[in-house]
Each structure stands twice: as C-alpha cells, then as structure tokens.
C-alpha cells in the first residue's frame, strides 16, 4: 500500500471483512474464484505491511526479499490469471465465455513469463513519501507486449454479461488511470491498493449476481 504500515495492515482487515462477506454469498463453486478476490487483496495488503517492516525496521530487514517478492507475486503473476478465470467461470454467454477464455490464455503467457524472471532476476524495493516502489530488474519489454498484462486485468469486467460487473470495470480503469498521473514512480504498489479497494466491489456484484439482468 502507499501510505504507511498502519495503512497497509488497515486495509488488510477491511477487505478481510469484505471477502468473508462475498464468499458467503456464493451459491455454487463456480463463484469461489471470484467471490474470494477481496481475500486475496487483503492477504497482498498484508504482505506490503511487512514490505514497509522490513524497509523501516532494521530488525526485519534480512527478509525483506520474502515479502517483496511474494507482493510481486501477486501483482504480477497471479491476477492476470485470476481474474478473467473468475469471470469465466462465472459467465453463461457463450460467445462472451470464449472471448474470456483467450484472455485466460493471454493471463496464462504473461504470468508464465513473470515467473521466469522472478525466479532468474532480482527485485528491489525502496520508500519514496508515502509509498513503496518496485524495481523488477528483468530483461526488457516491447511496450506493446507490456501492454498484454491489462488485456486480462481491465476487459473481463467489460465482456461480462453481468451488468453490475461494468462498474467494477470502470471503476478499475480510473483508478489505474489517477495512480499513473499522481503516483507514476510507484505505479505497482498504489494502483494495487486502488484495486484493492475496488474489490470491494466483488461484494456488490455477489450480491446481485442471481437477480441482475443479464446482456445478451
């Protein structure tokens, strides 16, 4: 998170609450995924907490590589993954379901790769005012591929026929787009947060998910 320890450890528990709330709706395993999204964020909230320990407190300082590279892990490798799977699985169009399959694949490249070069290369953490910035030292990236790790992020919300699911969307896209223009230098751990906080979100959509109308 971007503010402090406290905050990070605060955030935490507030989308513990969040997510035990969503997974009780769920109604039959295909919603798990999804459902359990506010967990998820609140176990990465959890470890930035730590990133901030070991980048604050001498004490904790020999460990800091755990923490730093299971937050990457996070950011990184599991989420596009995760999250058009989640809506996959919870999608009934057809055509839609095939569209969020190819961004499952497209997920599935990216993180593949992302693990290749966490496991072969280093990753640095440092403060900067208010929030915490990453420095994966991998090879260099084609912008243009680079641009493959939102395909998964951003579009799932937008296919899904679950109109609910478009603000979520939406509310993703600002959010990535006020952290570029204010927080550029720490573009990975703010707009995490933000995500963070819109998975709130998935709590809105669980909850409307039987009785909302569906796009066809």
Not at 93 to 121: D, E, P, W
Not at 148 to 162: A, G, K
Request: some cysteine; overall charge positive.
């Amino acid at each position: 998170m971007c503010f402090s320890t406290s905050a990070s450890f605060g955030a935490g528990v507030l989308l513990t609450a969040i997510g035990i709330a969503s997974v009780k709706k769920i109604e039959k395993p295909s919603q798990i995924l999804y459902a359990s999204m506010p967990l998820l964020f609140a176990s990465q909230q959890f470890i930035e907490g730590f990133v901030w320990l070991s980048l604050t407190n001498s004490d904790y300082a020999s460990w800091q590589s755990i923490p730093v590279n299971l937050f990457l892990f996070f950011a990184q490798v599991l989420w596009p993954i995760w999250v058009p799977l989640s809506i996959f699985l919870i999608e009934e169009n057809k055509t839609r379901k095939l569209i969020l399959a190819v961004l499952v694949g497209i997920g599935i490249l990216l993180s593949t790769y992302i693990s290749y070069c966490m496991f072969n290369y280093s990753v640095d953490a440092y403060l900067s005012p208010y929030h915490v910035n990453y420095v994966p030292h991998f090879p260099p990236i084609n912008p243009l591929l680079g641009a493959l790790y939102f395909l998964p992020i951003f579009l799932p919300s937008f296919i899904s026929s679950i109109k609910s699911m478009f603000w979520q969307g939406t509310l993703l896209v600002c959010s990535y787009v006020v952290t570029k223009l204010l927080f550029n230098d720490a573009v990975i751990s703010v707009w995490c947060f933000f995500a963070a906080l819109v998975s709130i979100m998935v709590f809105y959509v669980m909850r409307t998910l039987k009785r909302s109308p569906k796009v066809v």
